[in-house]
């Protein structure tokens, strides 16, 4: 092969993989792309964590600035996750909701038909507020590490995604969460995503080795919770579908963000 073939097809690659990640934000964000621009959502699942850790990031920003001004610890908390909700276009949040009301039926072959109903009942808003305090509260609470436990959340609950998908059957034959089944089967698309959440963890036990079990915790603790949360719908519904895997990342979410603010609250 020549080197100017060899060159092309390293070009094509990248662009391709411009395309994929663009794609992705364009997927799983409201965060504005041009309508011009070509889009590849074939597999963008795969990059779904790497997605979580930039939408930390960017809540980590505001949440800095907002601390920075002199914003309480409870206020600018509940600006960060409205944030998040916010810059999600709520996917996750509605998932979470549906796959609540769901659940809450008795007959386990009419869960599938509750949670394709537009109507968010009672226990579909009861598991938002749970939801929306949980985080709330827990970051609230964390007065150390917060850039590494909002970053660590989004990520984890975004791999544990990529569990699901790859892991369960999906119950459904279309819908958003179809497109992530057909491209993605093969666990090597856990890799990505994980090896860049243990940077982050190898990272924070770099700047505070004295802080040791947090970024224990926001490794081990945040793979687990992931893997687990997914198996769990899994039990409950027979496998996933777009819903159970929005539902995932917000309890996940959830779990984390608690499980490091107990984790800093020992380490005191």
């Known amino acids: 092969m ?10 094509r690659f990248w ?10 934000i364009a997927f799983y964000t409201c965060l504005p792309i041009p309508p011009t621009w070509k889009l590849d959502f074939n597999g963008i699942a795969r ?16 949440d800095a600035i ?34 609540a009301d769901g659940l809450a ?7 599938l038909t509750a949670m394709q109903d537009s109507v968010v009942g009672a226990f579909g808003v009861m598991a938002g507020i749970a ?21 660590a959340a989004f990520g984890w609950a975004r791999w544990g995604q990529v569990v699901a998908i790859v892991r369960y059957p999906y119950l459904r034959p279309s819908g958003k969460g179809a497109i992530h089944k057909a491209s993605i089967r093969s666990a090597l698309d856990l890799i990505p995503g994980g090896l860049a959440l243990l940077a982050l963890s190898l990272f924070q036990l770099l700047l505070h080795p004295d802080r040791w079990l947090f970024g224990v915790g926001m490794l081990l603790g945040g793979s687990a919770i992931a893997i687990l949360t997914g198996a769990w719908f899994n039990a409950k519904l027979g496998g996933h579908t777009g ?24 380490s005191g």
């Not at 908390?77 to 916010?86: E, F, N």
């Not at 039926?105 to 869960?111: F, I, L, N, S």
């Not at 819903?243 to 020992?266: H, R, S």
């Open 47 to 62: 990059l779904a964590p790497l997605v979580g850790l930039f939408l930390g990031g960017i809540l980590s920003a505001i």
């Open 105 to 111: 039926v008795p007959d386990p072959q009419r869960r």
């Open 15 to 24: 662009v391709r993989q411009t395309q994929v990640a663009l794609a992705a």
């Open 131 to 151: 939801i929306a305090f949980l985080k709330t509260a827990a970051l609230a609470d964390l007065s150390v590490d917060r850039t590494f436990a909002l970053m």
């Open 2 to 11: 020549s080197d100017r073939r060899f060159s092309w097809l390293r070009v």
């Open 243 to 266: 819903d159970t895997y929005g539902a995932v990342v917000e309890w996940t979410e959830a779990g984390v963000l608690c499980l490091l603010t107990a984790l800093a609250a020992a």
């Open 66 to 99: 907002l601390g920075g001004l002199g914003v309480p610890a409870l206020t600018r908390s509940v600006a960060v996750i409205l944030t998040g909700i916010a810059l999600t276009g709520g996917l996750h949040f509605d998932g979470a909701m549906d796959t």
